[in-house]
Antibody, heavy 122, light 107 residues
Framework: QVTLKESGPVLVKPTETLTLTCTVSGFSLSNGRMGVSWIRQPPGKALEWLAHIFSNDEKFCSTSLKSRLTISRDTSNSQVVLTMTNMDPVDTATYYC??????????????WGQGTMVTVSS | SYELTQPHSVSVATTQMARITCGGDNIGSKAVHWYQQKPGQDPVLVIYSDSNRPSGIPERFSGSNPGNTTTLTVSRIEAGDEADYYCQVWDSSSDHLFGGGPKLTVL
């Protein structure tokens, strides 16, 4: 069974750096035509893709947030880490990690974590 | 940058058919995916690559992508289908892009 679980702080202060960890099970971070993405959703608003990392370690970040985002992986611990610098109250959102599938699935997100709510406030 | 256009909301009576659209410039040339998000829950992939259903998704869910508007169709609507429905594409100018996620209300 494929599962993903997000972890990280519930509250961060403006200008601080957010670090989120996605721990996966049921699939490998280094094999297959797949990867892990981070997606966020502000309260009452739509989904917004942030970044993803594929099994070949190829990384992509949102063009609009690229200067603030870093994505990396720890294959030995089956974890993907997202860091976002210079946090602002507008970054308050539920942050999800999801598995992204290549091939016939054409980069769709087939399994999602439960999400973790992050509030940015002083 | 690329934009996706979805209605703000869709309402349909139980047992009827709902059609949720997603428009974009030449969207027929892109692979479109659809997600269902029920209140307080995580999104669920219901259609991938325009018209394919993942394992476990009922046949009542179908998708088409013929041109500038792609459509998710849900037939024989049930109360449990009430949710937000997001379309998603990848575009070289906008990365992975989601639509606005209209709310499907079951009357």
């Amino acid at each position: 069974q494929v599962t993903l679980k997000e972890s990280g702080p519930v509250l961060v202060k403006p200008t601080e750096t957010l670090t989120l960890t996605c721990t996966v099970s049921g699939f490998s971070l280094s094999n297959g035509r797949m990867g892990v993405s981070w997606i966020r959703q502000p309260p009452g608003k739509a989904l917004e893709w942030l970044a993803h990392i594929f099994s070949n370690d190829e990384k992509f970040c949102s063009t609009s947030l690229k200067s603030r985002l870093t994505i990396s992986r720890d294959t030995s611990n089956s974890q993907v880490v997202l860091t976002m610098t210079n946090m602002d109250p507008v970054d308050t959102a539920t942050y999800y990690c999801a598995r992204i599938l290549e091939g016939d699935y054409r980069d769709s997100f087939d399994v999602w974590g439960q999400g973790t709510m992050v509030t940015v406030s002083s | 940058s690329y934009e996706l256009t979805q209605p703000h909301s869709v309402s349909v009576a139980t047992t009827q058919m709902a059609r949720i659209t997603c428009g974009g410039d030449n969207i027929g040339s892109k692979a479109v995916h659809w997600y269902q998000q029920k209140p307080g829950q995580d999104p669920v992939l219901v259609i991938y690559s325009d018209s394919n259903r993942p394992s476990g998704i009922p046949e009542r869910f179908s998708g088409s992508n013929p041109g500038n508007t792609t459509t998710l169709t849900v037939s024989r609507i049930e109360a449990g289908d009430e949710a937000d429905y997001y379309c998603q594409v990848w575009d070289s100018s906008s990365d992975h892009l989601f639509g606005g996620g209209p709310k499907l209300t079951v009357l």
